[in-house]
Structure formats: structure tokens, C-alpha cells
């Protein structure tokens, strides 16, 4: 199996009982959709979150019947959360005092100097950190008239300015969003981030559309950035159900060696060789592993022409043969087993394995 690959070198963030940044994680947080104050659906939006794998959840604060349901839902919630304010130093001071574990608030919105300083400090006394979020779309005045339009310096900038006010608060818990709808500006802008400042980035495409399209272009966006050692955490924004941002990030982070905590499936595309129903068998084997919490890489093919071969990289493995399956691991055949109970077969030595991950 392929070791997780380094992250780029940022400083250490503690959120909740999470660390962002300076390690070889990318943490996954979503957000809900629920209006906060309604504590029932929200704590069983989160709870479908957690279940899915989430590591961090994101709540609205915009007004005060939301900030006084946070201490109800942080009680009953298992996961880190993050508590989402505009410009409103009251509500960032309840959120905090709620026991919010991160805020997200750009401290050049909060307004006066006093309050900035009100909310730096009640957040450095409980060790909760800031999400500064820099948005191409809501770039401050001054910039866009200084560089014409959204630009990847230009958000930079932005953080920096953000990034200053906290810092001359002697403030370092800071962690740094630079997201755009556009992916190459989003690419570009956490590219010149990571240069700029060492703070932890979090990372994400935003309003990247619904289930399908916004799956490939977050993909895309997020992959780029990925691939270049940069994000210490992530939110798949996407128009449908939150759960399915946790299942896509899941997946990404995955797709990178990322992810310590979740398995893998490779599965053929088929063809004029198969020998099994396939594609009923991945989608089956793909749902049993979603359980998983170990980095194992489950394979299923259709064939053993070349299967086992091709997926070399698995730990566990099934391919088709007439009436039967062939169980393998990392490329070589260990046994034979009848085609009516190969997936049971594979679904216990995917268990094994997994004990066996857990006991080193
Ligand atoms: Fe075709 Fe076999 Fe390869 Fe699947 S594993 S694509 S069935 S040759």
C-alpha cells in the first residue's frame, strides 16, 4: 500500500480534539442545512454527517435564536464544531462562550478596534481557533478597485490583511480559507497562499453546483491543489444533500492517500470478459467498506485474466472465474471459493484485515 503523502509544512491548529495542519491529514468538515435554532434537526443532520465520516461540522449563527440553541447541540453532537458568523461580534462572544471548538469570522468585518479585541480575546482564553474566509465574490472594496476584478493577489491580500489584525493580537490560531467558484482563480489563489503565510488552509471550490457537476469540478479544483501538497482540511460545497460532500471528500482524500481512516475499492470497468455481476458486487462491496475505518484497498474485478495482475496494489481482492471467485492479495491468488458466497468470503477477510490493522 502506498504511504500518505507529506502536506505541506503549516502550523498546528487544535480544534476540539482535532489538529489542523502539520500533519498528513486533510480533515473533512460539511455544513448543515438545517436553521440552527432547530436543535432537533440539526443534531440529526450532524449525527448523519458524523456517521458518514465527517471530521468537523460547520453550523449558520446569522442572529441570536441560533447562537442560543449552540450549547444544546455541542452537548449532544460527538464531532468538533464550527460555528459560522458574519461581521456580529455578540454572536461570535456567545459562540464561544457556547463552547464552539472553531468560529469562522474575518476579524476586518467585525468593525471596531474594541471589538475585535473582544472577540481575539475570549477566543485565545478558550483556545478557539479563527477561520479567516477569503471569497472572490465578496472581495473587500478596495482591492477589487486596485485590481480590477477577483484575482488570486488579490485574495491573498485580503488574507493577509485579515491575518495582520490577528497577529498584532498576538493571536496565531488562525486558520485560512481562499475559495472561488472559478477553478483555476481558486488554484492560483491557494498556490500564492501557501507561499505567503504558513497558517493551515482550508480548502474548497465554492457554489460548485449540484451532486454531479459539482463532484468533478470540486474534484478537479481540489485535486490540483491536493496534488501540489496543499490543504490541511476541506469542504465539498455542493447543492444536495450534505452527506454527500462527506462521502465525495471521503473519496478525494482517498484518491490521494490521504485518508487513515476509510477503505478503498477498486473495481474494473468490465468487459466481453466477465464472468460475475459485477457491477451489483462492487456497488455492495463499495456500500460494506463505507463502514470500514482502516486504510485497506479492497479490490473487485471481473475476470482473472488480467485482474488480479492489474490491481496488484490490494490488499484483498475477489475476481471472476466460471462459477466461481478467486480471492487474492496483492496480486496473488490465496484461494477459491464458490460464486454464491465469494462476497461473503471477501466481506470477512475485509474484516480480518481490518482487526488485524487495528491490533499493530
Ligand atoms: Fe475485463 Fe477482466 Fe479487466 Fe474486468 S478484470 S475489465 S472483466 S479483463
Not at 134 to 159: F, I, Q
Not at 283 to 298: G, Q
Request: proline fraction near 3%.
Amino acid at each position: 500500500m502506498s504511504e500518505i503523502t507529506h502536506r505541506k509544512n503549516t502550523r498546528r491548529v487544535r480544534v476540539g480534539n482535532l489538529v489542523i495542519g502539520g500533519n498528513d491529514e486533510v480533515i473533512i468538515q460539511s455544513m448543515t442545512t438545517t436553521k440552527t435554532e432547530d436543535v432537533e434537526a440539526t443534531v440529526e443532520e450532524i449525527s448523519r454527517l458524523e456517521e458518514a465520516g465527517c471530521h468537523i461540522v460547520r453550523v449558520a449563527c446569522p442572529n441570536e435564536k441560533a447562537a442560543d440553541a449552540l450549547p444544546e447541540i455541542k452537548s449532544r453532537i460527538n464531532i468538533p464544531l464550527v460555528v459560522d458568523i458574519h461581521f456580529n461580534y455578540k454572536l461570535a462572544l456567545k459562540a464561544i462562550e457556547a463552547g464552539a471548538d472553531k468560529i469562522r469570522i474575518n476579524p476586518g468585518n467585525i468593525g471596531s478596534r474594541e471589538k475585535v479585541e473582544m472577540v481575539v480575546k475570549a477566543a485565545k482564553e478558550k483556545g478557539v481557533p479563527i477561520r479567516i474566509g477569503v471569497n472572490a465574490g465578496s472581495l473587500e472594496r478596495h482591492l477589487l478597485e486596485k485590481y480590477g476584478y477577483p484575482t488570486a493577489d488579490a485574495m491573498v491580500e485580503s488574507a493577509l490583511h485579515h491575518i495582520a489584525i490577528l497577529e498584532e493580537l498576538d493571536f496565531h490560531d488562525i486558520i485560512v480559507s481562499m475559495k472561488a467558484s472559478d477553478v483555476n482563480l481558486a488554484v492560483e489563489a491557494y498556490t500564492k497562499a501557501a507561499e505567503a503565510f504558513s497558517y493551515p488552509l482550508h480548502l474548497g471550490i465554492t457554489e460548485s453546483g449540484t451532486l454531479f457537476a459539482g463532484t468533478v469540478k470540486s474534484s478537479a479544483g481540489l485535486g490540483a491543489i491536493l496534488e501540489k501538497g496543499i490543504g490541511n482540511t476541506m469542504r465539498i460545497s455542493l447543492s444536495a444533500d450534505p452527506v454527500e460532500e462527506v462521502k465525495v471528500a471521503r473519496e478525494l482524500t482517498k484518491t490521494f492517500g490521504l485518508a487513515s481512516d476509510a477503505a478503498t475499492l477498486i473495481a474494473c470497468p468490465t468487459c466481453g470478459r466477465i464472468e460475475i455481476d459485477l457491477i451489483s458486487i462492487a456497488n455492495d462491496v463499495e456500500e460494506y467498506i463505507s463502514e470500514v475505518k482502516a486504510p485497506l484497498k479492497v479490490a473487485v474485478l471481473g475476470c482473472a485474466v488480467n485482474g488480479p495482475g492489474e490491481a496488484r496494489e490490494a490488499d484483498i481482492g475477489i475476481a471472476g472465474a466460471k462459477g466461481e471467485g478467486l480471492l487474492f492479495r496483492h496480486g496473488e491468488i490465496i484461494r477459491k471459493v464458490p460464486e454464491e458466497t465469494m462476497v461473503d468470503e471477501l466481506k470477512k477477510e475485509v474484516d480480518k484485515l481490518a482487526e488485524e490493522h487495528f491490533a499493530k
